[in-house]
């Protein structure tokens, strides 16, 4: 793991933004054109965080990008994860770190 990435998770507030960032938005747009889910739904999208992580890193200038990102994705309940990390809270999946 690199420094920047170990920065951004020991540095995270626990606390999201009111609004999306540019990238954010970004990110959300190219999920929602690659067919991840309709704008009609109000049920999460159901990924595994590699899925998320790759689809985000993909329009992300950065790593600390990449973590705002899936970190808000996951509070705002926009996503739902799947997989290995399903039904863990964000606190926990930051403190492995």
């Not at 999920?31 to 985000?56: C, D, M, N, R, Y």
Request: hydrophobic share 40%; charged share 20%.
């Amino acid at each position: 793991m690199s420094a920047e990435t170990y920065q951004s998770f020991t540095n995270w507030s626990h606390t999201t933004q009111a609004e999306p960032t540019a990238a954010e938005l970004a990110a959300i747009e190219d999920i929602e054109s690659a067919g991840w889910f309709e704008q009609e739904s109000a049920e999460p999208v159901q990924v595994t965080l590699l899925e998320l992580v790759k689809a985000i890193s993909e329009v992300s200038k950065n790593e600390a990008e990449v973590v705002g990102t899936v970190c808000y994705m996951l509070s705002t309940g926009s996503v739902e994860l799947t997989g290995t990390f399903r039904n863990e809270p964000i606190a926990q999946l930051l403190s492995s770190v």
